[in-house]
Nanobody
Framework: QVQLVESGGGFVQAGGSLRLSCAAS????????MGWYRQAPGEQRTAVAI???????NYAGSVKGRFTISRDGVWNTVYLQMNKMKPDDTAVYYC??????????????WGQGTQVTVTS
């Protein structure tokens, strides 16, 4: 089992910055990748940024160049630095951990979500 706790959400004006944190605990050695996802009201949850165990990153086109995903240690804490924020970035942001226990056991774990609101 992996437990994830997000923090750092809140209100910010357009053009401003926020940093989200996701603290992982439990069987963190089983994690193969972690990422940030977001869900706006009435919309599906979509991937924002992902970082793999070997440090490769991938970003949604809408945030590339503005957001940066990073981590502290192997999987102790994962961050999402959000700069030049836009009202369209308003959503609940979720942290996700993809674990690998075996070829038949690859669970996903989610945090509780943190609200980010960007005002114009």
């Amino acid at each position: 089992q992996v437990q994830l706790v997000e923090s750092g959400g809140g209100f910010v004006q357009a053009g401003g910055s926020l940093r989200l944190s996701c603290a992982a605990s439990g069987n963190i050695n089983s994690i193969s990748a972690m990422g940030w996802y977001r869900q706006a009201p009435g919309e599906q949850r979509t991937a924002v940024a992902i970082i793999t165990k070997d440090g490769r990153t991938n970003y949604a086109g809408s945030v590339k160049g503005r957001f940066t995903i990073s981590r502290d240690g192997v999987w102790n804490t994962v961050y999402l630095q959000m700069n030049k924020m836009k009202p369209d970035d308003t959503a609940v942001y979720y942290c996700k951990a993809e674990a690998f226990n075996s070829d038949y056991d690859m669970p996903d774990y989610w945090g509780q979500g943190t609200q980010v609101t960007v005002t114009s």
